[in-house]
């Protein structure tokens, strides 16, 4: 059985995109759309998102160097290259009018810095198609153990990409037994450094775990305040089985506005919320 995790506040079946800007908690993704099977099915889907990962590797059956490879670690493997999972975006984008996005989630640098005249093929002006660059750039709660991708290395080759959205974020360590904590002002404060240092000046998304980011309110507000300038958004994520405090989510994404916070959560999370219909503040 085909998985892929669609994941959306309300389904809309039609909308104008004026309307998803008044309210980004109704953009839908698809999540680890790593191979061939599941990016044709993300393509056929109504998700506006196709989330992937990509890494160093090899394609199955085919000899040569480690090239970017759509996969997860630990798989190095993978039937799916970076080069193709765009072109195929790119060809079911071209005339499309409801294209659809996609969020590239690198899992070292060396991946980054080998896919940057990929990424510079996507990100002109006539390319119809957000792109965002995603990565965990600053070590975060609670005593996160991943190692965080090379924040200098990815600013700098990131901000050479104007047009993409740059969504950089903290490691976690949150779920299973881990139920309490927050992103601390320090941790904050770092990234807020960084983006200062590295005169990052596209827009920016911070991706934030739900479970952690509902105990840190004012933290967050103050992030988004500092970034106003680069049209910044949180987005909130979960994975399956995180604690996390549905009221202190919901009071966050209402403080922080519906028209700065795109949700990726599982789909009974996103039901708990109760969040506004998409239609709410829209223009007659």
Known sequence: MLLIFILAVVAAV???EEDIMKNLTTVTWAHAV???TYLEAALASEVSMLEADIVMGTIRGKDGPPLPIMAHPPATTSDLTLADFL?????????NSKPKG???DFKSIEAFEKSQDLIAKYTK???NFPVWLNADILPGP???TTKPVDPVKFLTLGSKHPRAVMS????TNYGKNVTEGEYSRDQIGTMLRMINEYKINQTVTFPVRAGLACNSQPVLLDLLRETTSLNSSMTVWSSEGDAVEVDRMRALILTVGLERTYLDVPHELAARLHLPPSDVGAKN
Not at 87 to 95: C, L, M, R
């Open 142 to 144: 609670v005593k996160a």
């Open 102 to 104: 996609v969020k590239l």
């Open 34 to 36: 790593n191979n061939k």
């Open 87 to 95: 072109s195929a975006v790119a060809q079911y984008n071209k005339g």
């Open 168 to 171: 950089v974020g903290w490691t």
């Open 14 to 16: 039609s909308r104008s």
């Open 125 to 127: 002006p006539e390319v």
